[in-house]
């Protein structure tokens, strides 16, 4: 059974770090394109940033471009979203899910999410 | 970055179809064949429903049906149920490697 599960979320000041993970089981983690969405609280789905199967690549919403770092471990089977210089507006449940397609948007699992939430 | 242009919402009575619109642009939905679509039910995380426009996933009821012209790509849902009350996103893979998705669309069955 396919699993993805987040951890790492909780509140933080503005300008404060975090750092997510997400743990990948149930599938050849190393064959997939990973990648973290982000909901703000009632409000819809946003892509934040993808990574390549082999960590080499990555790609990011211009709303964190130079803030977040997205990177993998394969040998850990897990992804992670180094997270700085966090806003109030950085505030959403952060999720991680695999793409079918390269890097396209058909994503098939996806994890529970966490929460992050920048506060002071 | 704009996100995609999709109706806040819609509606339908049980049985009836609905389709929902996604808008983009030639750099988004209208210059590549990955457009997506999610289902989201309240305080769930989403579910696929349609990729590349047009496949339905395994498991995925074939009254769900997605289709693309030009810069538009459309979510049919047919012989709609009370399960089927959720809120749905497309997205897009777009000219700068990225991923964009649609505001969403908050449908209602009456």
């Known amino acids: 059974e396919v699993q993805l599960v987040e951890s790492g979320g909780g509140v933080v000041q503005p300008g404060g770090s975090l750092r997510l993970s997400c743990a990948a089981s149930?599938?050849?983690?190393?064959?997939?394109?990973m990648h973290w969405v982000r909901q703000a609280p009632g409000k819809g789905l946003v892509w934040v940033s993808r990574?390549?199967?082999?960590?080499?690549?990555?790609d990011y919403a211009d709303s964190v471009k130079g803030r977040f770092t997205v990177s993998r471990d394969n040998a850990k089977n897990t992804l992670y979203l180094q997270m700085n210089s966090l806003r109030a507006d950085d505030t959403a449940v952060y999720y991680c899910?695999?793409?079918?397609?390269?890097?396209?948007?058909?994503?098939?699992?996806w994890g529970q999410g966490t929460l992050v939430s920048v506060s002071s | 970055q704009s996100a995609l242009t999709q109706p806040a919402s819609v509606s339908g009575s049980p049985g009836q179809s609905i389709t929902i619109s996604c808008t983009g642009t030639?750099?988004?939905?209208?210059?590549?064949?990955?457009v997506s679509w999610h289902q989201q039910h309240p305080g769930k995380a989403p579910k696929l429903i349609i990729s590349?426009?047009?496949n339905r996933p395994s498991g995925v009821s074939n009254r769900f049906s997605g289709s693309k012209s030009g810069n538009t790509a459309s979510l049919t849902i047919s012989g709609l149920q009370a399960e089927d009350e959720a809120d749905y996103y497309c997205n897009s893979f777009t000219s700068s490697h990225t991923v964009v998705f649609g505001g969403g669309t908050k449908l209602t069955v009456l």
């Open positions: 030639t750099s988004d939905v209208g210059g590549h064949n990955y």
């Open positions: 990574v390549t199967t082999e960590g080499s690549g990555s």
């Open positions: 149930g599938f050849t983690f190393s064959n997939y394109w």
């Open positions: 899910t695999r793409s079918l397609t390269y890097g396209s948007g058909d994503f098939d699992y």
């Open positions: 590349r426009v047009s």
